[in-house]
């Protein structure tokens, strides 16, 4: 029983991969210059989530200030991406 049933959870993972090959497939894939701002986006984000951590866990004042021009500045390049993308 245990065998039967571990050669049908092979097939569903094997059905599975071939569904997502095929859709992979299918889907245009992206452009250089898509693919660069994508992940330039991406990096900007992942540093707003940085400073922000940073900043919910500092105690000095001067670093909250530092850290506060920064999410304003990473906030005025996402925007600056989302305008021209």
Do not use: C, N, Y
């Not at 245990?2 to 094997?14: D, I, L, N, P, T």
């Not at 660069?36 to 004042?61: G, P, Q, Y």
């Amino acid at each position: 029983m245990a065998r039967g049933f571990e050669s049908k959870s092979v097939q569903s993972q094997w059905q599975d991969a071939e569904v997502e090959r095929a859709a992979r497939k299918r889907k245009k894939p992206e452009d250089r210059e898509t693919m660069e701002r994508r992940k330039h986006r991406e990096s900007i984000e992942l540093s707003r989530r940085r400073v922000e951590r940073e900043l919910a866990e500092t105690k000095s004042d001067r670093r909250r200030e530092q850290l506060r021009a920064a999410l304003a500045h990473l906030d005025a390049e996402l925007k600056r991406i989302g305008d021209s993308g």
